[in-house]
């Protein structure tokens, strides 16, 4: 992931020009794909940004990462996105919620959002368990999913990842899938 603070989504152009050079050094060392994302003041995707990185390397394939949760509007941030579908391969997003539980029916209109416009694909994260992941798919029917602690031991970044919860997500995926 590529964002030269924690502190919000918007970037000065010192914080670009950090974020520039991370995917430079990246880039040298054989990497192609990014997760960047990043806002205005106002809360819109920054095209800016995105229309400066794109310039700079054509080749590379973006993840947009949650700064698209924090968007005004994640139905217009969506669409604004679209004309970057050349580059812009996928959304991470809890459909603008604190997880993907809260957000599932904004989540299920992004993923239609998705198929009616051809845009990027929707890739729901953040909370999905192997608890949860049955009620969220089969709500949503999105084709990718995003899990972080989720898949840990005790379902903490501090551990490992857990086989026995990757092997139950993977097979309810699979019942699931439509």
Partial sequence: MIRSHAQGFCYSESDVKD???SIEQLK???????VIGGLTAERTIDVQLLDKIITEY?????????AF??????KQAYLT???????IKRILTSGGAPNCLAGVNMLLELVLLSERK??????????????N???IHKKVQATEY???????????FDNTLDRERITRIKSLFNIYRS
Avoid at 58 to 66: L, M
Avoid at 81 to 87: E, G, Q, V
């Fill in 69 to 74: 949760d924090h968007a005004i509007d994640v």
């Fill in 19 to 21: 974020m520039m050079q």
């Fill in 58 to 66: 054509p080749t590379i394939e973006i993840t947009f990462h949650r």
């Fill in 81 to 87: 996105l679209i004309p970057y579908k050349k580059h």
């Fill in 133 to 135: 992941f049955a009620s």
């Fill in 28 to 34: 040298s060392v054989g990497a192609n794909r990014f």
């Fill in 118 to 131: 051809n845009g990027p694909l929707i890739m729901p994260g953040a909370g999905i368990t192997s608890d």
């Fill in 146 to 156: 995003h899990f972080g602690k989720g898949v840990r031991l005790m379902e903490s």
